[in-house]
């Protein structure tokens, strides 16, 4: 009977946003929808990016900004991406070393919860280390194209930070982040869970902010293929994305708990301990050596319509960041394409489910307005864009 399914390869990073897919491959779900779902863990999105294109993946666990990136990059025009789902929203955390977290401690003028205030105390240790003639501080994130990139910017911009001059900021796979910072060659990251929470017990890391704290509803990672093979093969993604959402239901059911750490936690998916995935799942990190922790609960946000439904506003919010941070140069049909990856289409086409909309909610700066990106970058910048 397994030789009738349709088989399907999906690569993943060991991260918690990958729970549908796995799920979906190592409970049946899949199976269930004709399809012998066969998951790769990948290291770096990188490799990701390069395997779905050249056709060794059908699909992705992927960030959703690589996916606008790879279908607006002028030199691969055969190699657009199309999200028929999202995997989920949040889930990253802010984490700085022990001596940057006392420094902030010193330099902070109120709140240390509130990330305006941990902004403000960052340019002042910024300003005092460039006065002193040291190097500029240097933050990890896991991709250019990614909204912990965004977040860490987002975040610094707010007390006029410069990221590109006043800090370094340099790429590392999400699960290099930890010892990176146990050996002094970061000062800060920004990661998915669970290498925020790994990095606070083997690195003695401090999580300074939760991503939720940034962005109350931010677009992580989509289920992405290729916009040809999604043509080309629209029963069967069909199918993959009905596999994912009843994957995802399964896992927001407090009855399986126990299962979906058990599964999350195997070495060839997350290989990290069941404890953390627990108190992961439950919003709960540990956020110090000293066993301090703090909870939230929408620290990860998983089922339901409004966290996988691809919204196209989060797609034009990602690409609005692209052209804010002078990666991508602003055209309306550049603006076009970006929305068009995020596929709700696809999505309700699969589940016949229609959602609920979604928003943005940062922490500062101007209301996010999908359908008038002139104003919103304006007010960000100070300046139209053509």
Known sequence: ???????????????????????????????????RLELVREVSWANMRDRLMLGQFDAA??????????????????????????????????????????DLGDAA??????????AAALARVVAARKKRGAEP????????????NYQLRTWMAAAGIDPDRDVRLVVLPPPY??????????????????????????????ILHFGVDLIAR???????????????????????VRACARAAAWCAVQAHRAELVAILAAPERLAVGRETIAALLDGRLVIAPDGSTRAHGQFFILDGAASLRPDRRHALWLYAQMV?????????????????????????????????????????GPAFDA?????YLKALTGSAIA
């Open 371 to 375: 359908e008038n990106l002139d104003v």
């Open 137 to 148: 501080l240097v933050f990890g994130m896991v991709f250019p194209f990614s909204s912990h």
């Open 1 to 35: 009977m397994n030789g009738d399914l349709t088989p399907i390869r999906a690569g993943f990073i060991p991260l918690l946003d990958a729970a549908a897919l796995i799920v979906a491959a190592d409970r049946g779900f899949a199976a269930a929808e004709g399809l």
């Open 109 to 118: 003028i109120g709140d240390p919860g509130d990330p305006k205030v941990t």
């Open 61 to 102: 666990h992927m960030l959703a900004p690589l996916a606008i990136a790879a279908t607006l990059d002028p030199d691969q025009p055969d190699m657009a991406m199309t999200a028929p789902m999202a995997l989920g929203l949040n889930g990253n955390a802010i984490v700085v070393s022990a001596a940057l977290h006392a």
């Open 177 to 206: 982040m930890a010892e990176a910072l146990a050996k002094g060659q970061l000062d800060g990251f920004c990661v998915g869970a669970p290498w925020a929470s790994v990095a606070v017990t083997e690195a003695r890391g401090r």
């Open 218 to 240: 931010c677009p992580e990672k989509v289920l992405a293929v290729r916009s040809r093979w999604a043509a080309d093969n629209a029963r069967s993604l069909q199918r993959l």
């Open 324 to 364: 804010r941070w002078h990666q991508v140069a602003p055209s309306a049909n550049a603006q076009a394409k970006a929305g068009a990856v995020y596929r709700a289409d696809l999505f309700d086409t699969a589940l016949q489910d229609a959602a609920a909309d979604d928003g943005i909610g940062a922490f500062a």
